[in-house]
């Protein structure tokens, strides 16, 4: 099992940017895949990028160009790099890490971008 501590969420006006951090402990080792997911109030959870342990990164489509995943592997620490923040970005921000063997979620981090 993993375990996965999200932070970096808060207030930030239009145009701004956050970085969102993930900590991760357990069987860090077992993970194939990790990433970031979002839910906006009265939404489904969605996905915005996902990262291999080869390195392939994926996003969708609202946050290309504006929104980075990388890993530190040093620090077991999944990042979401977000710039150029817009309102609709606004959403509770959840890690994920997955394994043929688990699929673990962080608590989650509410990121609010104001007009």
């Known amino acids: 099992q993993v375990q996965l501590v999200e932070s970096g969420g808060g207030l930030v006006q239009a145009g701004g940017s956050l970085r969102l951090s993930c900590a991760a402990s357990g069987s860090i080792f077992s993970i194939n895949a990790m990433g970031w997911y979002r839910q906006a109030p009265g939404k489904q959870r969605e996905l915005v990028a996902t990262?291999?342990?080869?390195?392939?990164?994926n996003y969708v489509d609202s946050v290309k160009g504006r929104f980075t995943i990388s890993r530190d592997n040093a620090k077991n620490t999944l990042y979401l790099q977000m710039t150029t923040l817009k309102p609709e970005d606004t959403a509770v921000y959840y890690c994920n890490a997955w394994s043929y063997a688990f699929n673990s979620w962080g608590q989650g981090t509410q990121v609010t971008v104001s007009s």
């Open positions: 990262i291999t342990t080869g390195g392939n990164t």
